[in-house]
């Protein structure tokens, strides 16, 4: 069982290094998106609920793109969403 779960991290830590690559080459292409993605990542790390355990950096900000809070940061949603 433990040799399941260390192939799953294993794939899962290479799907995030895959992405955490494709953003930065992607900002590295667009540097004057970068303040725009900082405050989607801050207002995405944001929503995290202590109580509730839920919430935080797992792409729901999307949904949350109405809450006052959140307004300017369709512009970098949209930006991460293009790549």
Do not use: C, W
Not at 30 to 59: C, M, S, W
């Amino acid at each position: 069982m433990a040799e399941a779960k260390n192939i799953v991290d294993a794939e899962y830590l290479k799907q995030i290094e895959g992405a955490r690559k494709d953003l930065f080459d992607l900002m590295q292409k667009n540097k004057q998106f970068t303040p725009i993605v900082l405050r989607l990542a801050f207002h995405e790390a944001g929503t995290y609920d202590a109580k509730t355990k839920t919430g935080g950096a797992n792409g729901s900000i999307r949904t949350e793109l109405n809450n006052p809070a959140n307004n300017g940061i369709k512009v970098g949603v949209d930006f991460v969403g293009e790549s």
